[in-house]
């Protein structure tokens, strides 16, 4: 799929600060380039920086890491000239001989920024690669970029007869939420008045979190985001197959700026990608797959659509009801010389309290969420079909060891309005909002299907299927259960635990997940997030 190539907004720089750049960076005006030259520990300072902060990569570095740094050594180097002659040794034993390993071997901090929400979800796909995403809770979203909102642009729409709607009711959206998100703030304040424990600072942060989890849901997924990705050759080359047989025009557009910047850094690896008789035949069967399934499912399903909105909900679809007496012999196994039906067998004959010795030994006593028991908790595995708003999902779909499928992006399934919309009696405005991405969606759908869900508030519900193994569970549900979590997928979270010991009968299973919370939230949710941030600030002396 080809087209006009997108319009990003290029970062401006003095030149004392090109000169810096242009040794740490593989270029210094688009959206997405390579980290180079700089010890494994500031990139990854970097990233982690980046979730928090509405500042592009490159200003980060300049403004809070350079000063840090000894750069003396390094006056020579020029990363944004790429590299002259791609490694023999790698060229030989990679492209030559196909030996795929050796491309696990060497890794890459790409930045990808000014990326829709829906790209995004594409970017994030790939389970051996990591990520760190711009937060909707920590970056107001009425900030422009180059004088504009920040949502993505698509040129061929753009161009049509739609464009200048899409611009008008896109920038109505984004002033409709600052000036929610601002207005709720002072609802906020009045009913949690600052604690005299706390400094200025985190109660002014904690406000602001609340206020923008409260007006996320009027952002579209049309949205700009900043992602950082750290990865090996051969995750990026399977990150690249997919998005250039994507329907998204933006993520095939996307793909070529990523394989350019990565070609400078390990282009080695990356040779087959656009290989008429390698890469390219592997998009274009993944391509010619995807368009068969449209068809085969429009032929043998149409006529049963949703008919109209649809409750948020959690099911447990699928689940082993042998999974605990399964797991109880996996625990078992390391520490025996029986065959695993041999052990099945004497579980099964145990007695219950005799299984719960078993799994208290192996669980142990947990101080913490992270301290978590072995690899006995895969044995079992759960797939959940949920409805739930957007924001939820794209939270929810990062993490990587997880089996997940998504339906497309649409308002058909309604919306969900945060209870603290309706308190504070912003619940017109709300809908106002949902309205209007609505009517956009139904504008752009017949001639634009694929990118009409650029119109789509996060706060629009959307289905998909979540599989996953207990110990994944376990992960899964104590973090995304936490007090500090976003309301929506914390329910996501407590609905599932519920229905692993209710449904499945995983009780024991359940249990093991000590730091699952079922309580209904706090006033301020990151208040105490913010509290621990700030004492480890001062701990370290710093600012």
């Known amino acids: 799929m080809s087209g006009p190539v997108p319009t990003y907004v290029a970062e401006q720089f ?119 995403e711009q937060s909707t809770r920590y970056i107001p979203y009425d900030e422009r970029l180059g004088g504009r909102f920040r949502y993505f642009r698509d040129p061929e729409l753009l161009a049509s007869n739609l464009g200048a709607r899409y611009v008008g009711d896109m920038d109505q959206l984004f002033d409709i939420y600052a000036t929610m998100a601002r207005d709720i703030q002072d609802h906020f304040r009045e009913h949690h008045p600052k ?18 989890d409260a007006t996320r849901g009027i952002l579209p997924a049309a949205s700009l985001s900043n992602v950082g990705i750290y990865a090996s050759g051969q995750a990026f080359e399977a990150l690249l197959l997919r998005m250039r047989s ?53 032929e043998m399903l149409s006529g049963d659509d949703v008919q109209g909105p649809t409750a948020s909900s959690v099911d447990l679809v699928d689940f082993d009801p042998d999974g605990e007496l399964k797991v109880v012999a996996a ?74 499928e998504w339906q497309e992006l649409g308002p058909l399934h309604g919306y969900t309005r945060p209870p603290s919309v309706d308190e504070a009696g912003m619940s017109d405005r709300f809908d106002e909002a949902m309205e209007l991405s609505a009517g956009l969606w139904a504008a752009l759908s017949e001639r634009f299907p694929e990118r009409a869900a650029y119109a789509v508030a996060l706060a629009y519900r959307v289905r998909y299927v979540m599989q996953f193994n207990a110990r994944e569970a376990m992960h899964l549900i104590e973090l995304r259960t936490s007090i500090q979590g976003h309301p929506s997928y914390r329910a996501v979270g407590q609905e599932m635990h519920r229905l692993i010991a209710e449904k499945a009968g995983h009780r024991a299973i359940a249990e093991m997940m000590t730091f699952t919370d079922h309580s209904g939230g706090a006033d301020l949710e990151r208040l105490g997030a913010e509290r621990r941030a700030e004492e480890r600030r001062s701990a370290a002396g710093g600012s």
């Not at 006995?376 to 759960?382: G, M, W």
């Open 14 to 132: 003095s030149e004392d600060e090109q000169t810096i750049l242009r040794r740490y960076f593989t270029n210094l005006d688009g959206p997405v380039f390579a980290l180079v030259n700089l010890p494994e520990v500031v990139k990854g300072a970097l990233f982690a920086r980046y979730s928090r902060s509405a500042k592009s990569l490159r200003r980060l570095f300049l403004d809070e890491f350079v000063g840090e740094l000894d750069t003396t050594g390094d006056e020579t180097i020029d990363a944004t000239i790429g590299l002259d002659r791609a490694e023999a040794l790698y060229d030989r034993v990679f492209f030559e001989y196909g030996d795929d390993s050796v491309a696990q071997l060497g890794g890459v901090h790409l930045a990808c920024e000014q990326a829709s929400n829906l790209l995004t979800k594409v970017l994030e796909w790939g389970r051996l690669m990591s990520y760190l």
């Open 331 to 404: 625990m078992l196994y390391p520490y025996t010389g029986l065959a695993e039906s041999r052990l099945l067998d004497r579980v099964r004959a145990m007695s219950v309290e005799d299984r719960m010795a078993v799994m208290r030994a192996y669980v142990g006593e947990r101080g913490n969420r992270r301290h978590k028991p072995g690899r006995a908790l895969e044995r079992t595995d759960y797939r959940f079909d949920v409805v739930s708003d957007y924001g939820a999902f794209r939270d929810l779909q990062r993490h990587r060891l997880m089996t997940i």
């Open 195 to 212: 604690s005299e424990q706390d400094s200025d600072f985190v109660y002014r942060q904690a406000i602001r979190a609340k206020a923008f």
């Open 246 to 298: 994507h329907p998204l025009p933006e993520a095939v557009s996307y793909s070529a700026m990523m394989l350019e910047e990565l070609r400078k850094v390990v282009p080695s690896f990356l040779k087959r990608v656009d290989l008429p008789e390698r890469g390219q035949a592997w998009s274009e069967y993944l391509e010619t797959n995807r368009r068969a399934m449209e068809t085969v499912a429009y």
